[in-house]
C-alpha cells in the first residue's frame, strides 16, 4: 500500500507561481514512476507532468511544457511540481499518482496510486 499526500495548493493570480509537492509512504518510492494530473469541474481527468524512477525522464502536456517543472527528490519521497506563469485556465485539483514500475506513463490508467488532490485556483 502507497499513501500519497499532496499540498501546496492555493489561489494565485494570473501569471503567479506555486509549487506543489507529493509525499509518498509505503513504498521504495525510488523504483517507481510518478505523475501530477488535474481535474477542472465537469471535465475529465487529464495529464499534466510525469517523471521516472531516477528522474532522467520527464513528460509534460503541451498545455504546461515551459511553465511547469516535475522533479522528485528520492532521500525525501517527495515530488514536485514548480508551476509558473499561472493561467486562469489551470485552476483545477491536482493529483500526484504512483506508477507499480519505473517508466512513466501519460495515461491515468497506468497509475496504482493516487492522492487525495490539491485544490489550485488562478484568477484573473
Known amino acids: 500500500q502507497v499513501q500519497l499526500v499532496e499540498s501546496g495548493g492555493g489561489l494565485v493570480p494570473a501569471g503567479g507561481s506555486l509549487r506543489l509537492s507529493c509525499a509518498a509512504s509505503?513504498?521504495?518510492?525510488?523504483?517507481?514512476?510518478m505523475g501530477w494530473f488535474r481535474q477542472a469541474p465537469g471535465k475529465e481527468r487529464e495529464f499534466v507532468a510525469a517523471?521516472?524512477?531516477?528522474?532522467?525522464?520527464?513528460y509534460y502536456a503541451d498545455s504546461v511544457k515551459g511553465r511547469f517543472t516535475i522533479s522528485r527528490d528520492n532521500a525525501k519521497n517527495t515530488v514536485y511540481l514548480q508551476m509558473n506563469s499561472l493561467k486562469p485556465e489551470d485552476t483545477a485539483v491536482y493529483y500526484c499518482?504512483?506508477?507499480?514500475?519505473?517508466?512513466?506513463?501519460?495515461?491515468?490508467?497506468?497509475?496504482?496510486?493516487w492522492g487525495q488532490g490539491t485544490q489550485v485556483t488562478v484568477s484573473s
Open positions: 509505503g513504498r521504495t518510492f525510488s523504483s517507481y514512476a
Open positions: 517523471i521516472s524512477s531516477i528522474g532522467a525522464n520527464t
Open positions: 499518482a504512483v506508477r507499480g514500475i519505473g517508466s512513466s506513463s501519460i495515461m491515468p490508467r497506468s497509475y496504482d496510486y
